[in-house]
């Protein structure tokens, strides 16, 4: 069953992280007015733009990272202790 629970948490952080994902380039459009800087064609963004938005992205990645994985761990223990009481 922990297996179960294991691949459970990695299926939400995998979802979690499309939606960080998405809520981040909305966040970015309705702040600079521009698209988020994708790849290495898009040569009219500025270096600073680029930085931010990396530095951004990785701030909201790391968080769901951490978030899922603590949720994973609590529920993973949680149900240990009530597999352990039944």
Same mark, same amino acid.
């Given at each position: 069953?922990? *297996?179960?629970?294991?691949?459970? $948490?990695?299926?939400?952080s995998l979802g979690a992280g499309f939606v960080g ?5 909305? /966040?970015? !459009?309705?702040?600079? $007015?521009?698209?988020?800087?994708? /790849?290495? %064609? %898009?040569? !009219?963004?500025?270096? &600073? ?7 951004? +992205?990785? *701030? @909201? +990645?790391?968080?769901?990272? @951490?978030?899922?994985?603590? +949720?994973?761990? &609590? ?8 597999? %352990?009481?039944?």
């Amino acid at each position: 069953m922990n *297996f179960l629970l294991k691949l459970l $948490g990695a299926g939400v952080s995998l979802g979690a992280g499309f939606v960080g994902t998405k809520l981040v380039n909305i /966040g970015w !459009e309705k702040v600079t $007015g521009n698209k988020p800087p994708k /790849g290495h %064609d %898009d040569l !009219e963004t500025s270096l &600073r733009s680029a930085l931010t938005f990396a530095l951004i +992205s990785a *701030f @909201v +990645s790391t968080l769901i990272q @951490v978030l899922s994985s603590r +949720s994973t761990q &609590r529920a993973i223990a949680r149900f240990a202790k009530t597999h %352990d009481i039944v």
